[in-house]
Every structure is written in C-alpha cells, then in structure tokens.
C-alpha cells in the first residue's frame, strides 16, 4: 500500500517554463513533507521541505504547496533550467524521525 | 567538509552468494540508514543505526543485516542474495535532532545478482 504517490512518471518542460511536480499521500497524520531531487549516477540530495502548519514554503525558484484536505503537495520550479533535469521524489519521514517513505518518482526534463 | 562514501559502486554476485556494502557517513553525523532502490521506484527504507544500535527497520528479511562502528562508518550485509535483491543500495547519514527528514545520501552500490 503506497502512502506517498507520484503519479506522473515523467514530465517535459520547455526551459524557462514552470514545472509542477504532484504528490499524494495518504495519512492525514504526516507533519513534515520533502522533496530530494536525483541525477544519474549521484544519491538524492535534499531540496525542499514543508511543515504542515503551513500550506507554502518557498527556496528561491522552487516553490511547495501542501493542501492538507486534498492530502496533496505539489513541486513548483520557476523558471524552469535544464540543469533542473532530474528525477524528483516526494518524501514523508515517521514521526520525527528519518525513518522516509519516498515516492517513485518523477522524471523531468527540461528542454532548451 | 567530507561528504557521504559508498563502496564499492558496482558489484556483480550470483545467487545464493553473501555480499558487504560499505558506507562511511559525513563528519559528524551519528545517524545512518540504508536504502534500497530497485528500477523504476523511489528508494525504500532498510533500516537505521544510532550509536551503533539498530533503532529502526523496513520491512526487510533478516538476512539483511548491518553494523555502524565507533567512526559512524557502517556496513550493509545481505546473505543468500536473491534475484530481487539487483538494486542501488543507498546510505545516508544525519544528525539526530537536524533538520526533520534531511538526510545526506552517498552516490550508492549497484548490485547486481544473477
């Protein structure tokens, strides 16, 4: 049973276009959310993060919204670079911990 | 500031065979956990080590089995490797108290079994 859904496997953008990159989940109970980003041939590296106190987190060009009675978080990148081109994964971590539960993931391409 | 290690990063073994992963974490984080990732899906939690204790397990067989040492460096050991065991095993290495859920993870091992 999946608790954290990445429904769309790829996904292509023009350069300088927004991305949107979805997650669904399905425990009302998770308090914190992240993004890892993944290259080829690299581990994922930590991008974003939001609390679910709030409902928008914003890092430069990167942007997550949570919508906590839609059980959705959604991955903004504005203006889209092809250095962007990656595999990005939603995540959830139990309890406090580091315990996550990833997503399968979402592959973007950036297209110059 | 030295980052997350993993060795060796392809390795080729044969059913029913054993096989050590070897993981050493970025300075001055206690915590480390390990991942599986299989083709065409996120990464998949194994368990996690704090002061050289297991204090956390995913739903994996006991012949997978790790080790952390007085260094933080850690090992993943997997016995009678199995067809469904051709993944990249990640490491990742945190502070306990750091930021919720960020975890730094190593470049990983790709195992492949036939």
């Known amino acids: 049973d999946q608790q954290v859904k990445q429904n769309s496997p790829s996904l292509s953008v023009q350069e300088g276009r927004i991305s949107i990159l979805n997650c669904d989940y399905t425990?009302?109970?998770?308090?914190?959310f992240l993004w890892y980003k993944k290259y080829p041939a690299e581990g994922p590296t930590f991008l974003i993060s939001?609390?679910?106190?709030?409902d928008k987190n914003e890092d430069g060009r990167f942007t997550v919204f949570l919508n906590k009675s839609a059980k959705h978080l959604s991955l903004h990148i504005v203006p889209s670079q092809p250095g962007d081109s990656a595999v990005y994964f939603c995540?959830?971590?139990?309890?406090?911990?580091?315990?996550?539960?990833f997503g399968k993931g979402t592959k973007l391409s950036v297209i110059p | 500031e030295t980052g997350v290690t993993q060795s060796p990063t392809h390795l080729i073994k044969t059913r029913g065979q054993q096989v050590t992963l070897r993981c050493s974490s970025q300075?001055?984080?206690?915590?480390v956990s390990w991942y599986q990732q299989a083709l065409g899906q996120g990464p998949q939690f194994i368990f996690q080590?704090?002061?050289?204790?297991?204090?956390g397990r995913g739903n994996f067989p006991p012949r997978f089995s790790g080790l952390q040492f007085p260094n933080y460096s850690s090992e993943l050991n997997v016995n009678a490797l199995e067809l469904d065991d051709s993944a990249l095993y990640l490491c990742?290495?945190?502070?306990?108290?750091?930021?919720?859920?960020?975890?730094?993870f190593g470049e990983g091992s790709r195992l492949t079994v036939l």
């Open positions: 939001i609390s679910s106190i709030k």
């Open positions: 300075s001055g984080h206690n915590t």
């Open positions: 990742a290495s945190s502070i306990t108290g750091g930021e919720n859920g960020e975890l730094f």
């Open positions: 995540a959830v971590p139990w309890a406090g911990s580091y315990q996550l539960t």
């Open positions: 080590y704090y002061r050289e204790e297991e204090n």
């Open positions: 425990n009302s109970m998770f308090d914190y």
